[in-house]
């Protein structure tokens, strides 16, 4: 019969001289899944028309001009920062889409820029005065992590 010396061999033979090794090459883990940017693409449409239609309805309403530097300056560059620095291949969470994970991120970190008016006038603070608590850190993907903290403070 076979014994370890046997799997350690024929391990061997094919080019892999650790467990580990040979079984992260059969689990294809060395292989990174490709980002499909045109999924997110309309996924970031999407968000746009997620807070266009919030700010129809909202009390603390952005007008136009203003609601296109949010766009630009909360979506657009947010986006490009996580893809630039390579952060969306570190969104990933139980076996869900990269995609879908980063959409679920970009929606939560939408909703605490877009409300900073009224939860500032809601504590009675000045709206500089509200910090960016959370760990999601967009600068570079060391300093990007998951957290469950909030994401005001």
């Not at 939860?119 to 960016?132: H, N, P, R, S, Y």
Request: hydrophobic residues 40%; contains cysteine; charged residues 25%.
């Amino acid at each position: 019969m076979f014994d370890n010396n046997d799997f350690k061999g024929y391990r061997n033979l094919l080019g892999f001289n650790s467990q580990n090794a040979f079984k992260e090459f059969l689990d294809a883990k060395d292989i990174q899944p490709c980002v499909d940017f045109n999924d997110l693409n309309t996924l970031k449409k999407r968000l746009i028309e997620i807070f266009s239609a919030i700010n129809s309805i909202y009390c603390f309403k952005y007008n136009e001009y203003e609601l296109e530097c949010f766009f630009k300056n909360s979506i657009e560059q947010v986006f490009s920062k996580i893809a630039d620095t390579h952060i969306i291949y570190k969104l990933n969470n139980q076996g869900r889409r990269v995609e879908e994970v980063c959409f679920s991120w970009m929606r939560g970190f939408l909703v605490a820029e877009f409300f900073k008016d009224f939860i500032a006038c809601l504590f009675g603070v000045q709206k500089e005065t509200i910090k960016f608590f959370g760990g999601g850190n967009f600068e570079s993907i060391e300093s990007f992590k998951r957290s469950l903290k909030p994401i005001f403070c």
